[in-house]
């Protein structure tokens, strides 16, 4: 099938589709979780993100603060520039890896949330857009992080637009509605493109 990149926006059911996949029988190699593993404690990859940014990200055990992070770098698009100098490579090495692990006729699916945002559309053969409106997303995100709505549309404002994801998509992947029906959308996906 060729390479296969997943993305969408924030909140908009990347990972559920993701394990969907997952269950047909695709390999995923998802970015959100490598990009966790590169900077976990005692990792070079948190040494120079606390060198950019400082001892005040760690929580008290020496982990990385997510939340407090996050704060900064949607706040700060320098910032997040810097973060992203610093994880990008390191997440794309790895995934190299595990993609090279992968047999040869397995699908594998790379989920990559900033995958127009980096640049990396042209790496792929195909990519897959999980879909839902600006509103969904907003609500989704003030609901599972606890956001307010301008912290959200903060986040929503530091990435890709929905129709700057529609545009590269070889398949889009409603996800505005229940769970069944974006597991029928899958199921029929896969059923036109590959049976494991």
């Known amino acids: 099938m060729g390479r296969i990149a997943l993305t969408g926006g924030i909140a908009s059911g990347k990972s559920f589709v993701a394990d969907e996949l997952r269950r047909h029988g695709?390999?995923?190699?998802d970015s959100d979780v490598i990009a966790r593993e590169v900077v976990r404690h005692g990792t070079p990859g948190l040494a120079a993100v606390v060198e950019r940014f400082g001892p005040g990200i760690l929580t008290d055990k020496g982990a990385l603060d997510r939340p407090k992070l996050g704060t900064l770098i949607f706040a700060d698009d320098d910032a997040r520039a810097d973060l992203n100098a610093i994880v990008h490579p390191l997440v794309r090495a790895r995934a190299k890896e595990l993609e090279e692990r992968a047999a040869e006729d397995e699908?594998?699916?790379?989920?990559?949330?900033?995958?127009v945002e980096t640049g990396l559309v042209d790496d792929f053969d195909h990519v897959m857009v999980v879909d839902v409106p600006e509103s969904t997303q907003l609500a989704r995100l003030q609901e599972r992080d606890g956001l307010s709505l301008a912290e959200a549309q903060a986040r929503l404002d530091a990435q890709a637009t929905r129709a700057e994801r529609r545009a590269v998509a070889t398949w889009v992947i409603d996800n505005s509605g229940s769970r069944e029906e974006t597991r029928d959308h899958i199921a029929e996906w896969v059923g036109q493109h590959y049976r494991r």
């Open 107 to 115: 699908v594998v699916v790379h989920v990559i949330p900033l995958l």
């Open 26 to 29: 695709a390999v995923i190699i």
